[in-house]
């Protein structure tokens, strides 16, 4: 049987992912080995190649704002200004 671990089903594009990672830092903090954690990625834009529209851009913009306003962690809106994201 396999020792405990914890399962974190995450998404490098999904913003409360990025808000829920002190969470995820602090089980680390805790449980250190004990409680091994095992990242599973996941893909809200798999296989894209599409640039951003405007819209989406807003709307993802509306969603770091919420998760910012939840947590305090940073978001750097530029990020979406690269040509092509």
């Known amino acids: ?9 995450a998404d490098p594009m999904c913003s409360w992912c990025y808000g829920f ?3 995820i830092e602090e089980i680390r903090r805790n449980f250190g080995r004990a409680l091994p954690v095992r ?3 996941g893909g ?3 296989g ?7 819209a ?9 704002t ?5 947590t305090g962690l940073p ?7 690269h040509e092509g994201f």
């Open 1 to 9: 049987m396999e020792e405990p671990h914890l399962i974190y089903f």
């Open 75 to 81: 978001f750097d809106a530029r990020a979406l200004d």
């Open 39 to 41: 990242v599973m990625m």
């Open 56 to 64: 989406a851009r807003r709307e993802v913009v509306g969603h770091w």
């Open 21 to 23: 990672s002190p969470v």
């Open 66 to 70: 919420h998760v910012h306003e939840a």
């Open 48 to 54: 894209t190649e599409e640039p951003m529209t405007e």
């Open 44 to 46: 809200l834009r798999p």
